[in-house]
């Protein structure tokens, strides 16, 4: 044990005892500098097998596999090999039933011999020191006095051995205060050091080998176990980072300026390919916005169904809306085309599902009164929650991305203002080329532009906006691969801000922690999850062959971690929420599983998205099936409760 075992060592160090070592082999490949120690400091070492199960209930073979594992591991760290055999579970000196006999048998048949014991005081249950130094004393004093030596068995691993390395000092001394020699296994048996751990030949190249396999090993357990810890510790830090920012900013924010009147020009941009089912409910909210002057321009880039039938049909006469027909180009080029026809100082920018609130463009237009201001994002929300995989999204909308964008909007460095509710300074665009066309996320894209250009983009929460979200999970890949890889994009472009002091806030904290949370982290988060899987997997399978007696210690550290961070992870939530004026707190209930499926599929997407960008592969904007499942009536209303 790397925490206890250190502790008895120091103690045996200090008393001049030297002890003989039963090594569980995987505890040895996790720890093999300590393994290593306890063979410099004169201890002796032998086998307790590799995986710590019941030799007599194993087959020949895996009872040969566990025996030999645990061999090479000693022969390739200590370059010795080990003679002295003590079966798990096996409690007394002499085999008195079949199965210990069977198991001293096969250990017996590969060169061991086994080593049994007297005086055990049961400290692996975890008894007092003063219990465990009672029973020692007195089942030495039991022992008959012509017995040439006995065997004390303690543990230095499995769990919490505090009161065994406290019992440690006062068993020596006791033992010593009647006379008693405390000497290894190889004295007491009347054999040498070299005769219970010889040295390997020098002409075994296996060795080598081996050597290089263990530590492999080491490392690769070593490199989970650290992902773990900075996984857990990084989320718990951001969660907190983000958290006391945007409680920050709530506080310190200026007030919102008044709304924009009625003479303000805004022109209003919805690119729209193959969106027949939804774009007449997008441009008819548009049209019942309330204190502002609208233009709304529709771009059908190359649709192939009947949009432009559709805003034909519909809004032929009103003159607020125009409707351009492009061949298909892609959602930049299309906008800018529809930026080229404006006549606003305001531009809105928006996805041809997305349905706003009334209030909602006249709350975005009213900061362009400062001419700082270049880009003000508002609060997109998720109007179709209406399964599983869209009531994730939702909840993730309100305490991942919104949570975010508030916790950077307090330092004044928001990286995104959304496809689906966003405004822009039509000069500033014009003075920037447009919307970008070669990134898949040009929202993003132009968002960190516009700052580098020198004017600021803010986040209004109370522009609302209903978008439908995927409701499958092939959907959800989709989109969510596009914006990864979008988000790669934009970070390798503007790789020229990151760190850099001349862009404040945006260069030293929000475009590294992107690169942090949602790259690196974003990529170690599956080695957490598989070193919690990996440990249930193992305690499971311990316990059906251990029963109550299996080491449970790994696992309960780890889930001790984990349940801090889920912990934590709904404080965050709870927070997140309380920013919103409308939401339904039942959302909360699927935040435990949105853990277990939802964002391993993220994990996953991340994954290819990084692994497309590193072979350079063209990844194009893969259209969503639009369903027509957001209604602004219902999206306003608390959501059902899940069937």
Same mark, same amino acid.
């Given at each position: 044990?790397?925490?206890?075992?250190?502790?008895?060592?120091?103690?045996?160090?200090?008393?001049?005892?030297?002890?003989?070592?039963?090594?569980?082999?995987?505890?040895?490949?996790?720890?093999?500098?300590?393994?290593?120690?306890?063979?410099?400091?004169?201890?002796?070492?032998?086998?307790?097998?590799?995986?710590?199960?019941?030799?007599?209930?194993?087959?020949?073979?895996?009872?040969?596999?566990?025996?030999?594992?645990?061999?090479?591991?000693?022969?390739?760290?200590?370059?010795?090999?080990?003679?002295?055999?003590?079966?798990?579970?096996?409690?007394?000196?002499?085999?008195?039933?079949?199965?210990?006999?069977?198991?001293?048998?096969?250990?017996?048949?590969?060169?061991?011999?086994?080593?049994?014991?007297?005086?055990?005081?049961?400290?692996?249950?975890?008894?007092?020191?003063?219990?465990?130094?009672?029973?020692?004393?007195?089942?030495?004093?039991?022992?008959?006095?012509?017995?040439?030596?006995?065997?004390?068995?303690?543990?230095?691993?499995?769990?919490?051995?505090?009161?065994?390395?406290?019992?440690?000092?006062?068993?020596?001394?006791?033992?010593?205060?009647?006379?008693?020699?405390?000497?290894?296994?190889?004295?007491?048996?009347?054999?040498?050091?070299?005769?219970?751990?010889?040295?390997?030949?020098?002409?075994?190249?296996?060795?080598?080998?081996?050597?290089?396999?263990?530590?492999?090993?080491?490392?690769?357990?070593?490199?989970?176990?650290?992902?773990?810890?900075?996984?857990?510790?990084?989320?718990?830090?951001?969660?907190?980072?983000?958290?006391?920012?945007?409680?920050?900013?709530?506080?310190?924010?200026?007030?919102?300026?008044?709304?924009?009147?009625?003479?303000?020009?805004?022109?209003?941009?919805?690119?729209?390919?193959?969106?027949?089912?939804?774009?007449?409910?997008?441009?008819?909210?548009?049209?019942?916005?309330?204190?502002?002057?609208?233009?709304?321009?529709?771009?059908?880039?190359?649709?192939?169904?009947?949009?432009?039938?559709?805003?034909?049909?519909?809004?032929?006469?009103?003159?607020?809306?125009?409707?351009?027909?492009?061949?298909?180009?892609?959602?930049?080029?299309?906008?800018?085309?529809?930026?080229?026809?404006?006549?606003?100082?305001?531009?809105?920018?928006?996805? @041809?599902?997305?349905?706003?609130?009334?209030?909602?463009?006249?709350?975005?237009?009213?900061?362009?009164?400062?001419?700082?201001?270049?880009?003000?994002?508002?609060?997109?929300?998720?109007?179709?929650?209406?399964?599983?995989?869209?009531?994730?999204?939702?909840?993730?909308?309100?305490?991942?991305?919104?949570?975010?964008?508030?916790?950077?909007? @307090?330092?004044?460095?928001?990286?995104?203002?959304?496809?689906?509710?966003?405004?822009?300074?039509?000069?500033?665009?014009?003075?920037?080329?447009?919307?970008?066309?070669?990134?898949?996320?040009?929202?993003?894209?132009?968002?960190?532009? %516009?700052?580098?250009?020198?004017?600021?983009?803010?986040?209004?929460?109370?522009?609302?906006?209903?978008?439908?979200?995927?409701?499958?999970?092939?959907?959800?890949?989709?989109?969510?691969?596009?914006?990864?890889?979008?988000?790669?994009?934009?970070?390798?472009?503007?790789?020229?801000?990151?760190?850099?002091?001349?862009?404040?806030?945006?260069?030293?904290?929000?475009?590294?922690?992107?690169?942090?949370?949602? %790259?690196?982290?974003?990529?170690?988060?599956?080695?957490?999850?598989?070193?919690?899987?990996?440990?249930?997997?193992?305690?499971?399978?311990?316990?059906?062959?251990?029963?109550?007696?299996?080491?449970?210690?790994?696992?309960?550290?780890?889930?001790?971690?984990?349940?801090?961070?889920?912990?934590?992870?709904?404080?965050?939530?709870?927070?997140?929420?309380?920013?919103?004026?409308?939401?339904?707190?039942?959302?909360?209930?699927?935040?435990?599983?949105?853990?277990?499926?939802?964002?391993?599929?993220?994990?996953?997407?991340?994954?290819?998205?990084?692994?497309? @960008?590193?072979?350079?592969?063209?990844?194009?904007?893969?259209?969503?099936?639009?369903?027509?499942?957001?209604?602004?009536?219902?999206?306003?209303?608390?959501?059902?409760?899940?069937?």
């Amino acid at each position: 044990s790397p925490e206890w075992t250190p502790k008895i060592l120091d103690i045996l160090k200090e008393k001049e005892v030297t002890a003989t070592f039963f090594i569980v082999g995987e505890n040895g490949e996790e720890n093999p500098r300590l393994l290593q120690r306890v063979l410099a400091e004169g201890h002796e070492i032998g086998n307790h097998t590799f995986t710590h199960p019941n030799i007599a209930q194993a087959s020949g073979e895996g009872a040969r596999l566990e025996l030999n594992a645990t061999q090479r591991l000693v022969q390739a760290l200590t370059g010795r090999s080990i003679r002295l055999f003590r079966p798990p579970f096996f409690g007394d000196a002499e085999p008195t039933t079949p199965e210990e006999i069977r198991a001293v048998k096969i250990a017996q048949s590969l060169g061991y011999a086994t080593v049994g014991l007297r005086v055990d005081p049961d400290d692996w249950a975890g008894p007092s020191a003063d219990t465990i130094v009672e029973r020692i004393m007195r089942r030495i004093e039991d022992t008959n006095p012509e017995t040439r030596g006995q065997v004390i068995l303690l543990h230095d691993a499995g769990g919490d051995r505090s009161q065994t390395v406290a019992a440690l000092p006062r068993i020596i001394d006791g033992l010593r205060a009647r006379g008693l020699d405390i000497v290894p296994i190889s004295q007491l048996a009347g054999w040498t050091y070299d005769q219970v751990m010889p040295p390997v030949p020098a002409e075994d190249r296996s060795v080598l080998v081996n050597s290089y396999v263990f530590l492999t090993a080491s490392w690769v357990q070593a490199t989970l176990h650290t992902l773990f810890m900075l996984a857990i510790g990084l989320g718990l830090a951001r969660l907190g980072v983000l958290c006391g920012l945007a409680i920050w900013g709530r506080f310190t924010s200026k007030p919102s300026p008044a709304p924009a009147s009625d003479g303000v020009l805004v022109s209003v941009l919805i690119p729209a390919f193959n969106e027949d089912m939804v774009i007449a409910g997008s441009v008819a909210h548009i049209l019942d916005s309330r204190n502002v002057k609208l233009e709304v321009i529709v771009i059908d880039d190359g649709s192939t169904d009947g949009t432009s039938d559709m805003v034909r049909d519909r809004f032929a006469a009103d003159p607020r809306v125009t409707l351009l027909t492009l061949p298909n180009g892609g959602k930049a080029r299309a906008i800018n085309a529809g930026l080229a026809k404006a006549h606003g100082e305001i531009v809105v920018a928006l996805d @041809a599902d997305t349905h706003f609130e009334p209030d909602t463009i006249a709350r975005l237009a009213r900061w362009f009164g400062d001419e700082k201001v270049g880009a003000v994002a508002g609060n997109a929300k998720v109007g179709n929650r209406i399964n599983l995989i869209t009531r994730w999204q939702a909840l993730e909308y309100i305490t991942a991305q919104n949570l975010e964008r508030r916790a950077l909007a @307090a330092l004044d460095c928001i990286t995104v203002v959304p496809g689906a509710v966003g405004a822009w300074r039509r000069s500033a665009l014009i003075e920037l080329g447009g919307f970008p066309t070669d990134t898949l996320a040009e929202d993003q894209d132009l968002t960190i532009a %516009i700052q580098k250009a020198g004017y600021r983009a803010i986040f209004d929460a109370d522009a609302v906006a209903w978008t439908e979200a995927p409701d499958t999970v092939r959907g959800l890949m989709k989109q969510r691969f596009r914006w990864s890889f979008g988000t790669l994009q934009c970070l390798w472009k503007h790789a020229d801000v990151t760190l850099r002091p001349r862009y404040g806030a945006l260069g030293l904290v929000a475009l590294p922690q992107a690169w942090l949370f949602q %790259i690196v982290l974003g990529l170690v988060s599956p080695f957490v999850d598989l070193l919690l899987i990996s440990q249930l997997i193992a305690v499971a399978s311990d316990y059906l062959q251990h029963g109550d007696q299996l080491d449970t210690g790994h696992l309960k550290m780890t889930l001790v971690y984990y349940a801090i961070f889920i912990a934590v992870d709904l404080a965050t939530a709870v927070v997140a929420f309380s920013f919103e004026k409308r939401e339904d707190w039942r959302l909360l209930w699927w935040l435990a599983l949105q853990r277990f499926g939802y964002r391993q599929l993220l994990y996953y997407v991340l994954t290819k998205s990084v692994s497309h @960008a590193a072979m350079g592969h063209f990844v194009g904007w893969g259209k969503l099936d639009r369903k027509a499942t957001v209604t602004l009536e219902s999206a306003t209303r608390a959501p059902a409760p899940a069937e």
